[in-house]
């Protein structure tokens, strides 16, 4: 009998070999599986996406989006919801977003009031799951299991947050601001989903509460109506259908998923390592991506090789990019900043190739920062930023 | 063409208007999950334990992982996230979750 895996390789999955699940699926080649996903089904105001989990959605942005653009579209954007009930109806009317803890005016503020709190302006910049990729790494470990695609690049319009934390006058011993979506714990005396930015970062001037996302209104499954932007930081601050905002006066958030979870070894650990410290896991290293070519990409023998790819400095611009190749390593050509928190086409054309070649991108970022050669570890998977490396074979 | 051009202009007096947002309300209907644990041992223990919360996928996604991550998984659960996991069903619910398609590989 064959397996599901040869049953891609050859093509003929559909719907009578697998009934039970979905016409289409992609296999995300992780190491030791599994590592085939359904491409269905279809959620509302999402087009084709890799069905990681039906509830709460999990969906997976398929990697060759990733070569049509430096944006990604609206529908294609990966959607995470953790393990809570997430709405599925908003009334905008009856939305509200509240400014509470160290603060001289709590309010209750209308979806008005929030587009009305400033100016209304327009930020590029990547969302980025701090797990994206972990899927991918030779030693697994639990939690989504994610190929690249849990991340995405769009335009967010709103306005600053500052200006909404103005509105409650917030108090001059501020030092952290904790977010609250509408999302809720599945079972009573679980914690909520909350997360917390120190006040310097929340006032930044490209920290925005957005509405809008690639001149369109943010799907419901990406937050719709409000959603925290925080340019350069992972997508786990970036809170969705944004209703609570307390201000702590205290640089000690003791709630679960800062103080327990989504946290990073503040010093080098090795796999079986216990009891280190940790830190909240915050901004994003610096990545590329050949989208030009897969794996085993097949190439003309003769030609030169269109190499065309995308990165991202994490929270500094772009750099530089270069691909290794055959010990060398061959500075790509940038294409326009559209935006230097977001991603940034690069291309390159390799000269013809006799043999297969093994080919990686390396971003540095800004601040002179460059992806390594071998990813460090960390238990839970996060900030993978590993050279991502294909093989092209002449043909 | 004649007509393009007092269109153009009344597209760049709406720009400079900046008209406010309009929120609507926004409502969906999530899809079905018609993903089923298969059929091994154990299988009832997690039809009655973890299904309730989220979709079997997110377990039979899981590379193989060790009998200790999945004890620590189920105590994690219970004690966090306060999930009513029966006690006497911990060895059928960790026989399923090691016996799975990434472990036999």
Redesign the interface.
């Known amino acids: 009998m064959l397996s599901r895996r040869a049953l891609i390789a050859s093509g003929v999955v559909g719907a009578a070999a697998l009934p039970a699940l979905a016409e289409r699926f992609a296999d995300l080649a992780l190491p030791g599986g599994p590592s085939v996903r359904p491409l269905g089904p279809i959620f509302p105001q999402k087009g084709e996406m890799i069905v990681q989990r039906v509830h709460p959605p999990l969906l997976e942005t398929p990697f060759d989006v990733f070569d049509t653009g430096v944006i990604t579209p609206n529908d294609r954007f990966f959607v995470r919801w953790s393990g809570g009930v997430m709405p599925t109806s908003i009334e905008a009317k009856a939305h509200r977003l509240t400014l509470r803890g160290a603060v001289k005016q709590p309010v209750a503020l209308t979806l008005d009031d929030v587009a009305g709190a400033g100016e209304t302006i327009e930020v590029m910049a990547v969302n980025q799951c701090a797990g994206n990729g972990r899927g991918l790494q030779e030693l697994r470990v639990g939690g989504a299991q994610w190929a690249h695609g849990a991340m995405g690049n769009a335009r967010w319009r709103g306005v600053r947050l500052r200006d909404v934390l103005d509105k409650a006058r917030v108090s001059s011993n501020a030092k952290r601001v904790r977010l609250a979506g509408l999302d809720t714990p599945m079972i009573d005396g679980a914690p909520q989903f909350i997360k917390s930015l120190p006040i310097d970062v929340a006032r930044r001037d490209d920290v925005i509460v957005a509405w809008g996302m690639n001149g369109d209104m943010l799907p419901l499954l990406n937050g719709y109506p409000l959603r925290l932007i925080v340019p350069g930081w992972f997508a786990t601050y970036w809170v969705k259908m944004l209703s609570d905002i307390e201000i702590l006066d205290t640089d000690v958030d003791d709630s679960y998923f800062m103080a327990k979870t989504y946290r990073m070894p503040a010093i080098p650990v090795a796999p079986g390592d216990k009891d280190f410290p940790t830190v909240p896991i915050s901004f994003m290293p610096p990545r590329s991506w050949i989208t030009s070519h897969a794996q085993g990409a097949r190439v003309a023998r003769g030609r030169p090789i269109e190499l065309r790819g995308i990165a991202m400095g994490g929270d500094a611009g772009v750099a530089r990019v270069e691909v290794l190749a055959g010990g060398k390593a061959i500075p790509a050509t940038l294409g326009r900043d559209e935006g230097t928190l977001g991603f940034r086409r690069w291309t390159l054309s390799l000269p013809p190739i006799a043999r297969e070649l093994v080919i990686g991108a390396r971003c540095t970022n800004a601040n002179g920062v460059t992806q390594p050669d071998v990813q460090a570890w960390n238990p839970s998977g996060y900030a993978r930023n590993v050279v991502e490396r294909i093989m092209l074979v002449p043909a | 063409m004649k007509w393009a051009l007092p269109i153009l202009l009344l597209a760049v007096t709406a720009c400079d208007q900046?008209p406010?947002?309009t929120?609507?309300?926004?409502?969906?209907?999530?899809?079905?999950?018609?993903?089923?644990f298969p059929d091994r041992p154990g299988r009832q223990a997690m039809i009655a334990n973890c299904a309730g919360?989220?979709?079997p996928?997110?377990i039979?996604?899981?590379?193989?992982?060790s009998e200790e991550?999945w004890k620590s998984?189920i105590k994690k659960m219970r004690e966090?996230?306060?999930?009513?996991i029966n006690p006497a069903d911990e060895p059928d619910i960790l026989a399923y979750l090691t016996s799975?398609?990434?472990a036999a590989?």
């Open positions: 900046s406010a947002v929120f609507t309300d926004v409502s969906i209907t999530l899809p079905e999950d018609k993903g089923a919360c989220h979709s996928s997110m039979l996604t899981q590379p193989r992982l991550h998984t966090v996230y306060k999930a009513p799975g398609e990434a590989q």
